[in-house]
């Protein structure tokens, strides 16, 4: 009550306490995004940018059966990798919460996961090139077990290198927040679901999936963003034939085209913020962090 | 159902690596009775509960229930049912979620396992709750949910884990008379880990008192309150003081005639054979205890008032016998206030022979939780 007293400067203290996240946001999401926005309605003739109103760019975009073929190939790379990555996240942080039990093991074994992080993405990603090559490691072994007479050549330079290169690097995003989920729960709840006479595959689909969704959910948004927003896997582990909404997007930027980047980067935007809110859809995120 | 509830633990040993948490024990608890299990922390007795349970193995040994050896049956096959400690409900779930668990999958189809759910909670009066989650219930209200989740399986035995511990006071004396209504009502045995005395001699037809892994004494509540077995026993069940004395003989009506500190002679009726010279042990009821004007020095004790305790019914006095424990009296409060105690004055106590209860086990211990 003392502090209604002072009048203005009360009002004004919630306003200042959100005041740095919310300068921070408008300086570097709100401004760019704004940015981009507004260079998608301009025109430009591939040398120079006219600031003049045009829905030229987003007509092109969407009467053009390339924009479908990109997104059509983006999106299932998109959900390969996380069925994939689902799998192996949830098996090795069930492995890591309930198979090992002391939490010294479990934060070592965790540890070890994150080593292929400590060198950067490129170098994780060039290193397949020599395993499954024409001449590479994998070839030359099952040849010299005579499982195959030829090389096989769908291992690199194609989508399923582009794929394996993705789960390799976006593994990790699913381990930990699964882990940190599933570390949650109390052992008494799956002696008590046993207790009640559920059977282990019981117990997986009661108890522990559900409980570990929040972790899914989080895992699903970083793997599903960083799938949508590469360009750099898809060109190299493709050989350059398979083409990502980005990496389309950088030849167009290459090429000057400026605005019909942007309105392709738009049209990313919306169609990740999509996925994102249907993950969101399925699993409450804000009100299951909130617990 | 009282011969299929009926429990037999045959030497049932649990190592965990060198310690043995339950050493070699047998316990027979009745069929349809209520069985209070108390120690210190680090008795055993939690351990005891879950190999009931089925939650851990018994290193060797067997247990039976109904006179079917289950000792490494199932759990959730062998008739019981465990309410934790901390109830783990299910926090995805709702209540009736909740409380319909064990039907769900056992494939008891949605409608008739929700309608039967349903009707448990109303049972422990939680029936309009029933689509809330469990974080949205209070402490007493979570534990009727862990009650109702319990006996929808229909046991033969209910196992409780300290199920009291997280209540405040009122709401614990509440559930204590719930609990034992239902155990009448359904006639189950109910086995209930507790740390808490009262609780046991309130609860229990038949009280077992562990310390180290070993039953120290297995008898009814009267009896352990009584004729506690041990040292240990006495001191842990409280509201008896142990003293101690050298056999120097037998008078006419065949007591043992214990000499203890400061000279004073003790006649016990022994319950065991005692040899002259050997140490001996023995209780005293608190309550049982006189004032006396003079030291007699004949089942009497003196020392200085160090600390009285205004307890309702009763006070509480402490004396300082120069002894290793405190010697405390609990005097009627009319007979006390007809003639204060101070602090510091000294006191003369005196009781009756017939008062004096030879403590035959050896476990001296003061029945404070081990520091593990």
Redesign the interface.
């Known amino acids: 009550m003392s502090g209604r007293s002072s009048g203005g400067g009360t009002r004004l203290v919630p306003y200042l306490q959100v005041a740095p996240l919310a300068l921070f946001t408008i300086a570097f999401v709100g401004i760019p995004i704004m940015t981009l926005l507004a260079l998608s309605f301009w025109q430009t003739d591939g040398i120079s940018i006219y600031r003049e109103f045009t829905l030229e760019n987003y007509r092109e975009l969407f009467t053009s059966g390339l924009t479908y073929r990109l997104f059509y190939t983006t999106i299932k790379f998109a959900l390969i990798t996380l069925v994939a990555t689902t799998i192996i996240g949830f098996t090795c942080s069930y492995f890591l919460v309930f198979h090992v039990r002391s939490l010294k093991w479990q934060i070592a074994l965790l540890l070890v996961c994150t080593i292929p992080f400590w060198t950067s993405n490129v170098i994780r990603m060039i290193s397949w090139i020599p395993f499954l090559g024409r001449e590479g490691l994998f070839n030359r072994a099952i040849m010299s077990m005579g499982l195959t007479s030829e090389p096989l050549d769908f291992l690199l330079y194609s989508q399923f290198s582009v794929v394996l290169t993705y789960i390799h690097l976006y593994t990790l995003f699913m381990i930990v927040p699964i882990f940190n989920s599933m570390a949650k729960i109390?052992p008494?709840?799956i002696?008590?679901?046993?207790?009640?006479?559920?059977?282990g595959w019981?117990i997986l689909t009661?108890?522990i999936i559900?409980?570990s969704r929040t972790g899914i959910a989080l895992g699903a948004i970083f793997v599903v963003t960083l799938v949508m927003g590469d360009f750099f896997v898809a060109r190299v582990m493709s050989g350059g034939q398979a083409a990502s909404v980005v990496s389309a997007m950088k030849n167009q930027i290459d090429n000057l085209f400026y605005p019909q980047a942007a309105a392709m980067a738009i049209l990313l935007i919306v169609v990740v913020a999509l996925l994102v809110s249907a993950i969101l859809r399925v699993v409450d995120i804000r009100s299951e962090l909130a617990? | 159902m009282s011969e299929q509830s009926r429990i037999d633990i045959r030497s049932v040993t649990k190592a965990f690596g060198a310690v043995k948490a339950v050493n070699n024990v047998d316990l027979t608890i009745d069929g349809g009775s209520y069985c209070c299990m108390i120690g210190p922390s680090g008795c055993g007795k939690t351990t005891l509960l879950r190999m009931i349970a089925g939650h851990e193995q018994p290193t060797s040994g067997t247990i039976r229930i109904g006179g079917e050896d289950v000792t490494h049956a199932r759990t959730g096959s062998r008739g019981t049912a465990l309410m934790f400690q901390n109830y783990a409900l299910f926090p995805h779930l709702t209540l009736t979620d909740n409380v319909a668990f064990s039907l769900r999958v056992k494939g008891v189809a949605g409608d008739d396992r929700r309608r039967q759910a349903k009707e448990m909670l109303d049972r422990v009066q939680l029936g309009h709750l029933a689509d809330r989650l469990p974080s949205e219930l209070s402490g007493g209200q979570q534990q009727r949910v862990a009650l109702a989740r319990a006996l929808i399986t229909n046991p033969k035995v209910l196992l409780l884990d300290e199920p009291l511990s997280a209540l405040d006071e009122f709401l614990r004396l509440r559930m204590r008379v719930e609990l034992k209504r239902l155990q009448n009502e359904l006639g189950i045995t109910f086995i209930h880990v507790t740390h808490t005395q009262p609780e046991a001699i309130a609860l229990a037809d038949q009280v077992v008192v562990m310390d180290h892994g070993l039953i120290e004494q297995a008898a009814s509540p009267r009896d352990i309150y009584n004729h506690p077995h041990s040292p240990y026993v006495a001191r842990f069940m409280g509201g008896q003081n142990v003293l101690s004395g050298t056999v120097t003989g037998r008078d006419t009506e065949g007591r043992a005639t214990v000499e203890g500190s400061g000279g004073i002679r003790y006649d016990v009726a022994t319950e065991a054979a005692v040899e002259t010279g050997q140490e001996l042990r023995f209780s005293v009821r608190r309550d049982h205890i006189r004032r006396a004007e003079a030291a007699s020095g004949h089942n009497s004790l003196s020392g200085t008032a160090i600390n009285i305790e205004y307890q309702g019914t009763f006070v509480k006095v402490a004396l300082d016998t120069g002894l290793r424990e405190e010697f405390i009296i609990y005097m009627q409060d009319d007979a006390y206030f007809a003639r204060p105690i101070e602090v510091g004055e000294t006191v003369h106590a005196e009781w009756d022979a017939a008062q004096n209860h030879h403590l035959i086990g050896l476990n001296n211990s003061t029945g404070n939780p081990h520091e593990d």
């Open positions: 109390n008494n709840i002696e008590a679901a046993r207790d009640a006479g559920a059977s019981q009661t108890i559900p409980l617990k």
